[in-house]
């Protein structure tokens, strides 16, 4: 039996993860801030699947948590298979308006995290010669989208690198970019979402599995929808003042602060 671990297991993508893991009869290391919903949620998927579901209650924005989780991936008597970095969040506003330590958490968790954790997790698996690291960034990543896109590019070439230097060591890497899911984030970030058109929305389970199905064919990017395709592909074309003007608005409409 293998394991996965998965940050930001308890909603969302992160929670379609461990659905689809579990089912699939992967035990599941769960890691989130909320440890009662952690406890939950690995009750509940170890009496519906028969897993092992382990708990580690960690804040990724403290080096405390990120070294935690770390320490879990370098067991080498316990061995992560699976590392699955999707802990994120998006901050309430544009440049600016966003306190400068909400913009420094969301670097902690979006970057630095993912770049202890991927390297934890690699290092182990690299000694085993097998593995994998699915590293969720977004398809903000592809166009101007303040501090969030610009840390979600990191992830996008962070990734891809290191994919690239791990070629031919059995641990495989890829980044995977979601355009709009149905999951807590936006209401967290205080979003209003009725400027995203119904057709821009995914599903978190049928993303998940067209990931999974990647990684398992080498891909070291995933944007998992032809539609995404599509406009990350228009994306590239477009002048950048125009594309800007549009990507800025989409799904940007914040709250009273
Ligand atoms: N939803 C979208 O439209 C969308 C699109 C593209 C990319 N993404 C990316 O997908 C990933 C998952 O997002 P989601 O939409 O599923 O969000 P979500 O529904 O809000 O879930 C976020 C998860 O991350 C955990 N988390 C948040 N901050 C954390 C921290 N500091 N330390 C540890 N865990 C933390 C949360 O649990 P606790 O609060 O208990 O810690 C929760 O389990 C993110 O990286 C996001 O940027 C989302």
Known sequence: ?????????????????????AADGHN?????RDTQRLREQATELHDRHGIEAEVLTADL????????????LGDR????????????????????????ADELRMLKVHCEAVLRLTSAATQAMRERGRGGVINVASVAAFVPRGTYGASKAWVVQFTQGAARDLAGSGVRLMALCPGFVRTEFHARAGMGTDNIPNWLWLDADKLVAVALTDLARGKTLSIPDPRYKALTGAARLMPQGLLGGITSKTGRKYGPQ
């Open 1 to 21: 039996m293998t394991t996965a671990l998965i940050t930001g297991s308890t909603a969302g993508i992160g929670a379609a993860f461990a659905r689809r893991l």
């Open 28 to 32: 599941l290391v769960l890691v989130a």
């Open 61 to 72: 924005a403290e080096d405390k948590g990120i070294e935690a989780v770390a320490t879990r």
């Open 77 to 100: 008597k316990n061995p992560v298979d699976l590392l699955i970095n999707n802990a994120g969040f998006g901050n309430k506003g544009r440049y600016l308006d966003v306190p400068m």
